[in-house]
């Protein structure tokens, strides 16, 4: 089995490949950043434990990671509590894509394994769209070349703004009113986040399709991604275990 971890700025998922198939997934919060690597190793041992898999069932792990300070906790726990070295995306590693930015670099972690699996799963030239903590959009072409990025402030950033800097505006769960017209406070915050989030998504693809003279697929991931994905025509595939296809087919290159 392959263990597949994606570290993001909200949180940590998980996935266990048995083979080809993804037969477990799992979320932990980024929050605690103070978390030791014995506590990552029983959250994990956990984990596992609840679908029935033994530590000694894992044969390989996989990380992704954009938040620095945790990969030292969470590496040793690995070597810990799994017997075993991790592999790291990061420089140096085979991905199958090329990278022409300013600075390779500084392009995250999670971004270059999604361009990965979109590419080898759907082909290029492809639009990648990440909905998380900010929402990307990342173009490789059809050659493969990770050539322009656009990075955006994510769903649930822009509806902490209203709430966190408006005194009277209440935390609202993040979902579509059944209509724009909206009747009272928090289906307006709705209408507003949702629909005006489904505009600036649709005028971005437009215009780096524009630019980029290219009519490319697109194709969306991240967790608030279904709601957008859901609501326009621009959006050809969503496939929420994006990260987790490109981590497994980073492993294999390098393995």
């Given amino acids: 089995m392959l263990l597949v971890i994606d570290v993001g700025n909200t949180n940590i998922t998980i996935g266990i490949y048995d083979g080809d198939d993804l037969c477990a997934s799992f979320r932990l919060s980024t929050k605690d950043r103070t978390r030791t690597s014995d506590e990552f190793g029983i959250d994990l041992y956990n984990l596992l434990s609840a679908k029935s898999i033994k530590p000694t069932d894992i044969k390989a792990t996989i990380i992704s990671s954009v938040v620095p300070n945790l990969m030292h906790s969470l590496t040793n726990a690995i070597r810990k509590y799994l017997n075993m070295e991790p592999l790291i995306v990061g420089p140096g590693i085979k991905t199958g894509i090329s990278i022409h930015v300013d600075d390779p670099r500084s392009l ?37 070349v990770f050539e322009c990025a656009v990075t955006a402030p994510g769903i649930e950033i822009c509806a902490e703004a209203m709430w966190s800097k408006a005194a009277q505006l209440p935390k609202i769960e993040i979902k579509k009113p059944s209509s724009i017209l909206a009747k009272n406070t928090v289906t307006s915050m709705q209408a507003g986040v949702v629909y005006g989030y489904i505009g600036c998504v649709e005028y971005i693809i437009q215009t780096m399709k524009k ?12 967790g608030l991604g279904r709601i957008i994905a859901n609501e326009t025509k621009m ?3 969503y496939d929420p275990d994006l990260t987790f296809k490109g981590m497994k087919i980073v492993y294999e290159k390098n393995s």
């Fill in 235 to 237: 959006i050809d595939e």
């Fill in 108 to 144: 995250g972690a999670d971004r270059i394994v999604d361009a990965i699996a979109a590419y080898t799963i759907y082909g290029g030239p492809v639009l990648i769209l990440d909905f998380g903590t900010a929402t990307t959009f990342d173009f490789v072409n059809k050659n493969g």
């Fill in 211 to 222: 630019e980029l003279r290219c009519n490319c697929k697109v194709v969306a991931t991240g």
